[in-house]
T-cell receptor
Framework: KAGVTQTPRYLIKTRGQQVTLSCSPI?????VSWYQQTPGQGLQFLFE???????NKGNFPGRFSGRQFSNSRSEMNVSTLELGDSALYLC???????????FGQGTRLTVV | EDQVTQSPEALRLQEGESSSLNCSYT??????LFWYRQDPGKGPEFLFT?????EEKEKERLKATLTKKESFLHITAPKPEDSATYLC????????????WGAGTKLIIKP
């Protein structure tokens, strides 16, 4: 059974640009969550989607957005990139909202 | 406010030296507590879910236990490959399924 797949694995962008990250959940999983992880802040929750609806949102500015498609695949977008957006972005999927989440390998975003 | 605190922040052990990691939590009603292991540059790997006080789960050298206010991850006779950051997260009945994460314990096992 394939795990959670995130693409791309690595990305370098310039300040002011925008970026789109992709996440393919485990087959059959309907919940997808996104996290930002930096050395100083640990895992910070961005948002969670369940059956194409955003159910939870963390305390991030509106530059961070996401969506989920009918096949449960999800994308997150960051517009007007800032240096502080450099981080490991992790996607996790779960069968339902109250079951354990399985993480992808992450996308390492570097903003220069 | 819901809170999850992990201790210690870092732990260095000799190979074979058993110890425990702590995850204490403050929530209005615990729906579930989750343990993960994370290697550098990789996504967290799911280890255990605990739902009620008194529950225990084991996997190889790891054993997780749960009380009403905290969880322990016991590691018995660890090996260097057990070196990783161990993360704890809780789900509150009132949090709309959102996970609240601890900062993690970095475990280093020396050969």
């Amino acid at each position: 059974k394939a795990g959670v797949t995130q693409t791309p694995r690595y990305l370098i962008k310039t300040r002011g640009q925008q970026v789109t990250l992709s996440c393919s959940p485990i087959s059959g999983h309907r919940s997808v969550s996104w996290y930002q992880q930096t050395p100083g802040q640990g895992l910070q929750f961005l948002f969670e989607y369940f059956s194409e609806t955003q159910r939870n949102k963390g305390n991030f500015p509106g530059r961070f957005s996401g969506r989920q498609f009918s096949n449960s695949r999800s994308e997150m977008n960051v517009s007007t990139l800032e240096l502080g957006d450099s981080a490991l972005y992790l996607c996790a999927s779960s069968l339902n909202q109250n079951t354990e989440a399985f993480f992808g390998q992450g996308t390492r975003l570097t903003v220069v | 406010e819901d809170q999850v605190t992990q201790s210690p922040e870092a732990l260095r052990l000799q190979e074979g030296e058993s110890s425990s990691l702590n995850c204490s939590y403050t929530v209005s009603g615990l729906r579930g507590l989750f343990w993960y292991r994370q290697d550098p540059g990789k996504g967290p790997e799911f280890l255990f879910t605990l739902y009620s006080a008194g529950e225990e789960k084991e996997k190889e050298r790891l054993k997780a236990t749960l009380t009403k206010k905290e969880s322990f991850l016991h590691i018995t006779a660890p090996k260097p490959e057990d070196s990783a950051t161990y993360l704890c997260a809780v789900q509150d009945w009132d949090s709309n399924y959102q996970l609240i994460w601890g900062a993690g314990t970095k475990l280093i096992i020396k050969p």
